[in-house]
């Protein structure tokens, strides 16, 4: 029974799609509920599954192809039948190539293979049939086997027509290549609403500095016990950050609002949005109601939207609706930097390094663990002082961590 296999169901505020990745080829047997192809907007990626057990017969859209939502996509083949002998896609031309690799590996694990002008026959497939899988070229890269140079430089995987990479190399002396990759959807709208952010706020940083003595010396004579209690959840430095915003978003309510047209939306509550990096870009998923929430749950909470990010599982309702944004650039090492502005949101906490430092403390010079905080604020929005003020008041929470239970 041939089935017709449809993009999802579009939020409106997406209008269409990005074939991103399909994970099956015409005649790929697939399993009910089994991953067929990745679906790129411009907020998250969805994921389409078999509808049943069989076999996938024809794609109608290839990789790089633009989709509306509930438009065909591709034919599946509902029991054992398989493709019909000789159909081509039109996708079908990514699948052929000088060194067979469609034989025993998919689309996905023969871009990673480009992109990193690695031969397949130094990678062993752990899949059926001796089938490379995605996870096998990433093991391998992890734990590379060492190879003449000439061998591992040569370019053995043609690049999918979809991604239109080109690829350009010199002939002198030292094998120079460069690779031109076109931009993702997420990537591009990211792009987009920087530099919206940046053209059309009013946008100012300001700067403090945060002495974490309290909350480390806190952190590691409960981590222990913390962790016990909560079934495994670790105790971080950035549920305190989320939990002294909240309380300073309760004082400060301009630094929680949101510029909609002519008219400021002042929310009662503190939907706050974490910053999360992946390999698709940046991605902001949202914490709801954090003021009701403890420690614990922040963490738990924080660890799960992360999970989601980096494994391309967040949904648009996790996506949207925050009214304030914390980044952490420390965990890369930043020591300060100024964070953009996450539209329509109002400002945007910027977490960095923790580094010894000497200061001045009552008269004498110590070394304390310093954090440079930076909050980036639309003026249009909000003043100065009110910026200020909110900044100190989260440092002050942070430096007597019991004043966030307090609140006080």
Not at 54 to 69: M, Y
Not at 172 to 187: C, D, I, K, Q
Not at 303 to 314: D, F, I, R, V
């Amino acid at each position: 029974m041939s089935i017709e296999i449809k993009a999802p169901s579009f939020p409106e505020s997406v209008a269409d799609g990005t074939i991103a990745t399909w994970h099956k080829q015409p005649g790929d047997v697939c399993a009910r509920d089994e991953l067929i192809v990745d679906i790129e907007t411009d907020k998250v990626v969805m994921e389409v599954v078999a509808p049943a057990d069989g076999s996938l017969s024809e794609i109608l859209v290839a990789e790089g192809g633009t989709v509306l939502s509930n438009e065909v996509i591709a034919r599946f083949t509902a029991g054992d039948a398989a493709a019909p002998e000789g159909s081509i896609s039109t996708a079908a031309g990514t699948q052929a190539d000088d060194t067979n690799l469609s034989d025993v590996s998919g689309p996905a694990v023969r871009k990673l293979l480009h992109e990193n002008n690695l031969d397949a026959s130094l990678v062993t497939g752990t899949g059926k049939g001796g089938r490379l899988l995605k996870e096998d070229v990433l093991d391998y890269l992890k734990n590379p086997v060492a190879v003449a140079p000439e061998v591992a430089q040569i370019p053995l995987v043609a690049p999918t027509p979809a991604v239109k990479e080109t690829v350009a190399a010199s002939t002198g002396p030292e094998h120079r290549t460069s690779r031109r990759v076109p931009m993702t959807r997420l990537r591009s709208t990211i792009a987009k609403r920087l530099v919206s952010a940046q053209n059309e706020a009013a946008m100012l940083t300001t700067y403090n500095e945060v002495d974490m003595s309290p909350i480390m010396a806190l952190r590691n004579q409960y981590k222990a016990q913390f962790e016990k209690t909560h079934n495994g959840t670790r105790l971080g430095f950035m549920s305190f950050f989320v939990k002294a915003s909240a309380e300073a978003l309760k004082r400060y309510p301009g630094v929680n609002a949101s510029l909609d047209g002519n008219e400021m939306v002042y929310h009662g509550y503190q939907d706050i949005s974490v910053a999360v990096s992946t390999e698709r870009g940046l991605v902001v998923p949202v914490l709801r109601d954090v003021d009701a929430m403890s420690l614990a749950d922040i963490e738990k909470g924080i660890m799960g939207l992360a999970t989601q990010a980096k494994n391309g599982k967040l949904t648009m309702e996790e996506m949207q609706g925050g009214t304030f944004t914390i980044t952490n650039g420390g965990i890369f090492g930043s020591l300060l930097s100024t964070p953009i502005l996450n539209p329509p949101q109002t400002a945007i906490l910027g977490m960095h390094k923790i580094q010894d430092r000497p200061v001045a403390e009552n008269g004498q010079v110590v070394i304390r663990p310093m954090m440079y905080l930076a909050l980036s604020y639309d003026h249009r929005m909000v003043d100065g002082k009110e910026a200020v003020q909110f900044l100190v008041t989260i440092k002050e929470l942070l430096q007597d961590p019991a004043r966030i239970l307090l609140e006080i």
